[in-house]
């Protein structure tokens, strides 16, 4: 399986930006789409947004999208969210994720996860 790991979460104030990284390696991983989640504080987790591999087209949750950004660098072997206009309410851990299907990830599942981001906003 790929192996997943986030970075690039940290403390910003309200208004700012933050871009995550997801580092991936593995075999399959030019075979997978790539996905960000969230998991607010006490809140299920949350599908944020995806990327297919092939045709680079993007979903994203309808609370986000226009706010936040998921990009793809192969060369890099990484997957990007990058978060604009942050609010408190962003608050959360997030995720990256790989699945072979879109619809999967949509539905707040996925085959393969990292371990994780921290990002917290403040007022």
């Known amino acids: 399986q790929v192996q997943l790991v986030e970075s690039g979460g940290g403390l910003v104030q309200a208004g700012g930006s933050l871009r995550l990284s997801c580092a991936a390696s593995g075999r399959t991983f030019s075979t997978y789409h790539m996905g960000w989640f969230r998991q607010a504080p006490g809140k299920e987790r949350e599908f944020v947004a995806a990327i297919k591999w092939s045709e680079r087209m993007t979903f994203y949750a309808d609370s986000v999208k226009g706010r936040l950004t998921i990009s793809r660098d192969n060369a890099k072997n990484t997957v990007y969210l990058q978060m604009n206009s942050l609010k408190p309410g962003n608050t959360a851990v997030y995720y990256c994720?790989?699945?072979?299907?879109?619809?999967?990830?949509?539905?707040?599942?996925?085959?393969?996860w990292g371990q994780g981001t921290q990002v917290t906003v403040s007022s």
């Open positions: 994720a790989a699945d072979s299907r879109i619809a999967t990830m949509q539905r707040r599942r996925a085959d393969v």
